[in-house]
């Protein structure tokens, strides 16, 4: 965690929303929305196309006003303009789902111009170094891949030192090594104490990456939950299937290991080709969606 000079208590509550609405024309983007982020936590909200998530976090981020309900990120009205709000907002960081247009600066030169705009800049050797961008760090910006550009705009988000970093579909475009690198990245800034708020269409990112996942789905929130257990899925049956006569046999059950000992007892030993397969976060996401349509 960054030390800053400011006399500020750390809220044990970094995100608080409660009853959100907002509104385009009659349209309910969001629709009476509650959700708590602790400090210190990765939150992920996960949703389809056109969710609320995207105007969710612009209203945290303090870009959208709101229609009604309660609002508090790191105990501060994010719609607060002026001195106050430039103050709050050098303790966020903020990587947006669309990437700004590049300016005639290199990877160096952009993440150094933008490390002025903040009290407390982290390194910028040590944040090109974190999201891979060394061998760029003097190519221009606007030369970047898809995948490089918005390893650029991580790294503008974290430059800062923020308490609270919000990222919005923040690997879209990146190769899965480029993934996996980003993902450490972010696990690294949760054991600073970094609280994270993402939105992912990713699956298993939000399985990776997580302390606890939210659904949204029409402005509503269906379900807030740890990834391991969202939509009962510690509880839902398993997939058993095995080899048997030349063709694959297969039983959902609730007890699994009963039915394996019966097939055991049943081929005397080893079961050919068996396999046990729990819905995954997707499979539970899915259905979810699917039942909320
Ligand atoms: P995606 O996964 O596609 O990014 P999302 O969950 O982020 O979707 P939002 O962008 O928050 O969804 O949009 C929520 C709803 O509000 C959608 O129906 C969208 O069409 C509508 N909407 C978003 N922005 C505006 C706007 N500026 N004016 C009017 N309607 C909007």
Redesign the pocket.
Known sequence: MSSSTSSKTAPEIAIEIKGLVKK??E?F?VNGIDLTVQQGEIFALL??????????VEILEGFRNIDGGFVSVLNFDPATKGEAGRVWRNRIGIVL?STTDAADLTVQETIEHFAHYYENPRDVNEVIDSVGLREKADDYARNLSGGQRRRLDVALGIIGSPELLFLD?PTTGFDPEARRAFWELILKLRSEGTTIFL?T?YLDEAEALADRVGV?TN?KIIEIATPATLGNRATAPARISWLENGKIAEIESLNPTAEIEKLIARFNGEIPQLQIIRPNLEDIYLRMIGENR
Request: glycine residues 24%.
């Open positions: 385009y024309g349209k983007a949703g389809p196309n056109g969710a609320g998530k995207t105007t969710t789902q579909e939105t269409h949204i402005g």
